[in-house]
Each structure stands twice: as structure tokens, then as C-alpha cells.
């Protein structure tokens, strides 16, 4: 029998700490599906790594000298496209903006770094950080972003949601995992100020980012968009986020509740969670949106909203960092409609509110 030979995951780490390449050299070192490619400890040798070297995936930090993280993520995603984790050493609002900023440059996630070996946390951390990494460099088309940051579709063509039902919505919930933040970013900043309907968002992110997401948000979006609070009236043209460790649903009223513990899917906040409230509580008059990502998390339930008369749409493969959440979407027949984030836009742009 001829045994079919194991390729490992090749990684560059970037971070000018030499303490932190070195822990992060072991941990990758010591799990049998990784080798170490190679260190850099700047942005200069991590676009020169990346050229000859040619990693499946990169570790990189934000703030370094001579060459940021955030620069040196444009210049790989113009040259040699690769997956790119950013690793966050400190989560103020400058650095969490920072590490949005390199996601638009085309970086798939941004994690906290690992905490240091005599922490309780450490092997957490060690275990989500390699997990995480290891699902990364699994992503074989990544795109090349605009330096601008904006997401670009191909132009709507007319009348593409002159075919929609007559509708009479009355709220907007919207689901996205991997690659997610930089398509809610285009898509909250292609709707009017005056856009009728309050927005409620599932944004599957590591712990310590939801926050600064509010706020990158908030720099380009008409809407103000905030970190949802418990018990608090939905309000038209509003956003709310759904916050760390709690499911983001609605109840009767129009009201936000936010429970937390239980995990769907491995996630909480849960799309899955937010969809079926929204089909229990808003039925027909819903609109529902499950973008880009890993797995599963909110394809049953957005059916759900479909048989109850909702509008749904998933974002389409040609333009999804990751099919999958989408994809299964697609697969049972949740989705009404197809479509890029462009097209997203415009259906909402044409939506009235009751």
C-alpha cells in the first residue's frame, strides 16, 4: 500500500519582538501539522519572506518598526496574495483600528496574540490561535482588496431587484463570519442616512475586537452603529452589534435581548440565534442576510425565515472570502437570492420600510 505523503502547513511569523517569534515559533514548531518557513521582524522582510519563501500562511503583527503590518499587508496582497492572520498585542482602539485597516488590505482575521506561558489562559489561547491558523491557511483564493478599503462588485445592473416580492419589512438582520467585517463595512456604507429599518448584526470575532468593529464602522457608515445593549428599543437607521459572549435576539415589541452561555454552532453570539428570533418575532416582514464565513452557523434558520415568508439572501461564491456558511445556505434552498455585496446594497437601497 503506498501511504500518500502529509504536507504541513508552511508559516512566517512577523513581529518585531523576539520574545514573541520565539513563542510563537514553539508553539507552531511543537504541532506536527505545521513547520516554521521563516521570522521576519518588520514589514521589509515579511514582503521579502513572502517572495521567497512562499508561505501557506502568515502570522502578522501590527505595530513594527521601519514597515507596519498594515503596509506590509497591502504590499503582500498586491504582490504575492497570501493568507494573512493579524496578531494583536494590544487591544486600545488604535491598534483594533489598525488591524480592521489590514483587513480591508485583504487579511482574513485579526486575534489577540497569545498570552505568555505562565498565564491560566495560555493553553487557550495556544489552542484557538493554532485552530484559527490552521482553517487560514486552508483559504486558497484570497482576494486582492482595493488600497481604499471599499469592497468593489461588478455594477448592479438595472432593474436587478425590480423581481423582488412586494414586502412590507420591518427590520434587517444580517449574519457573517471569516472575511464578514469588511462586506458589513461596504454594505452599511452604501445605505442612505435615511435608510428606514434598524440593522442587527452577527459578526463572529475574537474576544476584545467588538468594540473597535463598532467603531470602524462608525467612521463610514451614515448609521450610527453601536454595540447593542439588553432591553433596548430598535430604532429605524440604526445598527446594532451583536456584543461578545451574548446571542443578539429580538422579542416582541421590537426589543433587544441578549442571553449568552450556551453555544451554537461553537459561536456566541450565534447567527442561528438571531435568524430565529427574527422569524419568530418579525415572520414575513423580515429581511435576512448571511454572508461570507466557516461552517454553517445561520443556514437552518435562515431558512426558517423563508418558509415564514422572509426575504433572504446569501452573499454569492465569486465574491465570499469563504463559502460556507453561504454555501449552505444555498444548499437547502434558504436563500431567495444570490447575490455580491453590490447587489446587497441595492436591494436594500430599494427596500421601504412599513
Not at 131 to 156: C, D, F, Y
Not at 331 to 343: D, E, M, N, S, V
Request: include cysteine; aromatic fraction near 6%.
Amino acid at each position: 500500500m503506498i501511504l500518500q505523503k502529509q504536507f504541513k502547513i508552511r508559516v512566517l511569523i512577523v513581529d518585531d519582538s523576539a520574545g514573541m517569534r520565539m513563542m510563537l515559533e514553539q508553539i507552531f514548531g511543537d504541532d506536527p501539522d505545521f513547520e516554521v518557513a521563516g521570522l521576519a521582524s518588520d514589514g521589509i522582510e515579511a514582503v521579502d519572506a513572502v517572495e521567497r519563501l512562499s508561505p501557506d500562511v502568515i502570522t502578522m503583527d501590527i505595530q513594527m518598526p521601519r514597515m507596519n503590518g498594515l503596509e506590509a499587508t497591502r504590499r503582500i496582497m498586491e504582490t504575492k496574495p497570501t493568507p494573512i492572520v493579524i496578531l494583536s498585542g494590544n487591544l486600545d482602539s488604535e491598534e483594533v483600528a489598525s488591524s480592521f485597516r489590514a483587513m480591508e488590505a485583504g487579511a482574513l482575521v485579526a486575534l489577540p496574540k497569545p498570552r505568555g506561558f505562565a498565564h491560566s489562559e495560555y493553553e487557550a489561547d495556544v489552542v484557538n490561535l493554532v485552530r484559527k491558523v490552521k482553517l487560514m491557511a486552508e483559504v486558497k483564493l484570497v482576494r486582492r482588496w482595493p488600497r481604499m478599503g471599499k469592497w468593489t462588485s461588478p455594477p448592479v445592473q438595472k432593474g436587478v431587484c425590480e423581481q423582488s416580492p412586494t414586502i412590507c419589512p420591518q427590520a434587517v438582520a444580517i449574519g457573517a463570519s471569516t472575511g464578514g467585517p469588511v462586506v458589513i463595512n461596504t454594505i452599511l456604507s452604501g445605505l442612505p442616512s435615511g435608510f428606514p429599518l434598524p440593522v442587527l448584526v452577527v459578526q463572529h470575532m475574537a474576544a476584545g475586537f467588538i468594540r473597535g468593529f463598532a467603531d470602524w464602522l462608525n467612521l463610514s457608515s451614515r448609521l450610527p452603529v453601536r454595540v447593542a445593549s439588553q432591553g433596548e428599543l430598535l430604532l429605524p437607521g440604526h445598527v446594532y452589534i451583536a456584543p461578545e459572549g451574548s446571542h443578539l435576539e429580538v422579542k416582541e415589541g421590537g426589543r433587544i435581548t441578549l442571553t449568552g452561555g450556551v453555544l451554537e454552532h461553537g459561536q456566541c453570539p450565534s447567527v442561528s440565534a438571531l435568524f430565529r428570533s427574527m422569524a419568530e418575532v418579525y415572520g414575513r416582514n423580515a429581511v435576512g442576510i448571511l454572508l461570507t464565513g466557516m461552517g454553517a452557523d445561520g443556514a437552518l434558520e435562515l431558512k426558517l425565515m423563508k418558509d415564514k415568508g422572509a426575504v433572504t439572501i446569501a452573499q454569492d461564491r465569486e465574491s465570499s472570502v469563504i463559502y460556507g456558511m453561504p454555501g449552505e445556505a444555498e444548499k437547502i434552498g434558504a436563500a431567495t437570492y444570490l447575490f455580491p455585496p453590490g447587489r446587497i446594497v441595492e436591494f436594500l437601497t430599494s427596500t421601504k420600510g412599513c
